[in-house]
């Protein structure tokens, strides 16, 4: 069995270094990013990708907490652009081969999400 909460550390390490070619590693090619508080979903890993390195301002992640079993992951992260802080609530799943399906991301408020990124979301 993979190391589910690893993959997950791998992910957010990379993400915090843009990193994106060992971020799209964690990835499997079909995954699915959902973010319930804006309507958003991202399908596949080059859309995926493609939404992360545009993501405005200069952000920073820390990971305060992963727990992980067989099936799946959760991490509880701390999110900073600026001086604006968010907390944020992680579910992920993987395959077989141990790659990130699925990322359901939970913050605190909903909001609209920032323009320049229409053309890989659907809005649901």
């Known amino acids: 069995m993979a190391d589910h909460a690893q993959t997950v550390r791998d992910y957010w390490a990379a993400a915090e ?10 990835l499997s ?3 699915v990013y959902d973010v319930p508080q804006t309507h958003e979903r991202v399908v ?7 939404f992360n390195r545009a993501y405005p301002g200069d952000w920073h992640v820390d990971v305060r907490r992963v ?9 509880w992260t701390t999110f ?4 604006q ?11 077989d081969a141990g790659r990130i399906t699925r990322v359901d991301d939970f913050w605190p408020e909903p ?4 323009p320049g990124r229409e053309h890989l979301v659907e809005r649901y």
Not at 44 to 50: I, M, N, T, V
């Open 17 to 26: 270094r843009r990193a994106w070619d060992d971020f799209a590693e964690t």
């Open 29 to 31: 090619p079909e995954v």
């Open 44 to 50: 596949g890993r080059d859309r995926y990708l493609a």
């Open 67 to 75: 727990v992980a079993d067989a099936q799946g992951a959760v991490a």
């Open 80 to 83: 900073r652009v600026g001086d």
């Open 85 to 95: 802080e968010m907390t944020g609530v992680h579910f992920f799943l993987f395959d």
């Open 111 to 114: 909001y609209e999400p920032p």
